[in-house]
């Protein structure tokens, strides 16, 4: 399996850019919502066993860090299910992006050339 590093302490956005927050009035970071939604049970028929639990565990201390961090490709998994399964549409999909490498660039510019040109038409 191949490791990939991963910038936990990725600040979050809403979807205009502005950071996000937690409950605590803290900036909302990559791995502390990664460790958030891997300390959540997951849903399932059947319970998850305790190695299974002390992993996940571990894992969210991992990226809880809030730093640089080399992570294999069954521990992204992990990390990418749970925060799909437990995150907002917002941070679940910009988390996600960061972690697959592209970087969330809010599209909310002005846009001032359109506006320019529609104003004057010689252009």
Do not use: W
């Not at 996000?20 to 970071?29: E, W």
């Not at 990559?30 to 939604?37: E, H, K, Q, S, V």
């Not at 990418?80 to 697959?100: F, P, R, T």
């Amino acid at each position: 399996m191949a490791n990939k590093r991963i910038d936990f302490g990725k600040q979050l956005v809403n979807i205009s850019g502005e950071k996000l927050v937690d409950q605590r009035g803290n900036d909302l970071l990559l791995g502390t919502l990664c460790a958030d939604c891997l300390l959540i049970e997951p849903k399932r028929d059947n319970p998850i066993s305790g190695s299974e639990k002390v992993r996940l565990f571990e894992l969210a201390q991992k990226t809880y860090r809030c730093a640089e961090t080399v992570v294999d490709e069954e521990e992204i998994d992990l990390i990418k299910n749970a925060i799909i399964e437990h995150g907002s549409i917002l941070v679940a999909g910009q988390s996600v992006q960061y972690i697959d490498g592209i970087e969330y660039e809010p599209d909310c510019a002005d846009d001032t050339d359109t506006a320019d040109t529609a104003n004057n038409p010689t252009t």
